[in-house]
């Protein structure tokens, strides 16, 4: 089973800015799209930010303009820039596969912790 590692997260101010990564233990020049997700204590698993080989983007509203999602495929890692931050970003962080469907495929990685705070 693929084993994806997600990592860059922690503490920063509002308006900060962190970069997080998230490799996979496979190839993922294959995959067409990969996600960003995040958790905030409380709340539901949210789509965040979608890359497809093509280079196509997709952002949830409420990060459009500040986050960027990106991938390097020889690396079989993608990434996603994260600036302005504002507390309500805080969250669990995770990335996975994307099926046709929609749907995630690969088993959940841990995750890493965003915390913006003063």
């Known amino acids: 089973q693929v084993q994806l590692v997600e990592s860059g997260g922690g503490l920063v101010q509002p308006g900060g800015s962190l970069r997080l990564s998230c490799a996979a233990s496979?190839?993922?020049?294959?995959?067409?799209?990969m996600r960003w997700y995040r958790q905030a204590p409380g709340k539901e698993r949210e789509s965040v930010a979608t890359?497809?080989?093509?280079?196509?983007?997709n952002y949830a509203p409420s990060v459009k303009g500040r986050f960027t999602i990106s991938r390097d495929n020889a690396k079989n890692t993608v990434y996603l820039q994260m600036n302005s931050l504002k507390p309500e970003d805080t969250a669990v962080y995770y990335c996975?596969?994307?099926?046709?469907?929609?749907?995630?495929?690969?088993?959940w990685g841990q995750g890493t912790q965003v915390t913006v705070s003063s």
């Open positions: 996975n596969a994307i099926d046709n469907n929609n749907r995630y495929y690969w088993n």
């Open positions: 890359i497809t080989n093509g280079g196509s983007t």
């Open positions: 496979r190839s993922i020049a294959s995959i067409d799209t």
